[in-house]
């Protein structure tokens, strides 16, 4: 299986499957010198792990990273900082229960990677969907910690769910605040209300919705990326779309600029007083030509619902025959629930690369 490894100056290469004994990841181009301690990533792993609510999969996972290399002491400060050695994480899985999954292992599921990876390989680990489940995600938030040590204090990387299902948030209710202090990442606390019931209706039913998650970078200086082959936006919509379950990505306006008029879209600007522009408006979400312009950097993922749902669904088993299939186990009703902290994990990855590829290019 190729195609693990993303990202040109700072790499990303994952590793491991939903019910191996463990799973990780690589991370090749981090410069040296930067404090980095199991700690800092153990931070952002601890907002995607499972079971932390009724309103997300059961599966019991602590998580708890291990740095295997890439770090060493550094004696003027007595603290582990990167080496510029490729960075070694390891997390194990410590609650895997593969035989929740034998009753499917000859069946498709469908909305599932089932049938595909049969049909590219000639077999599929059936336990959960191998390299295809979510659980792959755990890597990508240990490797955006170790991005956002590239990246600095200065960039700040925020991601919020603004729907579940057909529900939306009241934009005029925005508090980032509210973020951490509900289970589903809401920034209007209203809307979180509304999902619990939502979601406690769709988990008793057998059945599953999709979400919406925005994110927004802010301390990213005008001229990151490229005006052709690596646009930064372009860049940004392939890392988030290569996440598992999402089906859309857009930046700033998005598909909504289509209704716009040249008028309205176009994010006019104003003298400032350090000789840079300000912007009145953002339509461009934070990007024109492929480079950055110094404004926040907004984009939002479409989560379609979880594929492994209660309620019998019809399919064929390996061997073409009609069937119909229902997937028993622990399974989030909806997916997205903890797509946030992904969603930050992938955009601190690309920022960080291209951070270093701006640098590595103009020298600063």
Not at 104 to 113: E, K, N, S
Not at 212 to 229: D, K, L, M, N, S
């Amino acid at each position: 299986m190729s195609h693990n490894t993303f990202g040109h100056l700072f790499r990303v290469t994952t590793w491991g499957e939903s019910h191996g004994p463990a799973l990780g990841c690589v991370v090749d181009g981090c410069p040296p010198g930067l404090p980095l301690t199991a700690a800092d990533i153990q931070f952002w792993l601890n907002r995607r792990k499972p079971g932390q609510s009724r309103f997300v999969t059961q599966r019991r996972e602590p998580d708890e990273v291990k740095i295997l290399s890439g770090v060493f002491e550094d004696d003027r400060t007595e603290g582990l900082v990167t080496t510029g050695a490729p960075i070694s994480l390891v997390i194990d899985n410590v609650d895997e229960r593969s035989k929740d999954y034998d009753a499917i292992r000859d069946l498709y599921r469908p909305g599932h990677a089932d049938y595909t990876y049969d049909a590219k390989y000639g077999l599929r680990d059936y336990r959960g969907g191998g390299r295809s489940s979510a659980r792959e995600t755990a890597a990508r938030v240990a490797a955006g910690a170790v991005a956002r040590r590239v990246l600095g204090d200065g960039v700040q990387i925020r991601a919020a769910l603004v729907q579940i299902g057909k529900i939306a948030i009241d934009r005029a209710k925005w508090d980032w605040n509210e973020v951490e202090n509900n289970p589903f990442w809401s920034p209007d606390a209203d809307a979180a209300k509304q999902w619990e019931t939502l979601l406690d209706e769709t988990r008793g039913a057998g059945n599953s919705v999709g979400a919406i998650v925005e994110v927004e970078a802010t301390g990213i200086p005008a001229g990151w990326g490229a005006p052709v082959y690596a646009k930064l936006d372009a860049e940004i919509a392939g890392a988030l779309m290569g996440i598992n379950a999402v089906k859309g990505v857009e930046i700033g306006a998005g598909f909504a600029a289509a209704a716009l008029t040249g008028v309205e879209n176009a994010d006019e600007m104003r003298a400032g007083n350090d000789g840079k522009p300000v912007f009145l408006s953002n339509a461009a979400g934070g990007v024109l030509g492929g480079i950055s312009t110094g404004q926040p950097i907004v984009a939002r993922v479409a989560i379609k619902p979880t594929s492994s749902i209660l309620t019998p669904r019809r399919t064929i088993d390996r061997s073409g025959q009609n069937a119909e299939v229902s997937t028993k186990g622990r399974h989030d009703p909806c997916v997205g629930i903890r797509g946030a902290p992904v969603v930050e994990a992938m955009l601190a990855c690309v920022l960080a690369d291209a951070m270093l590829r701006h640098r590595g290019q103009t020298g600063r």
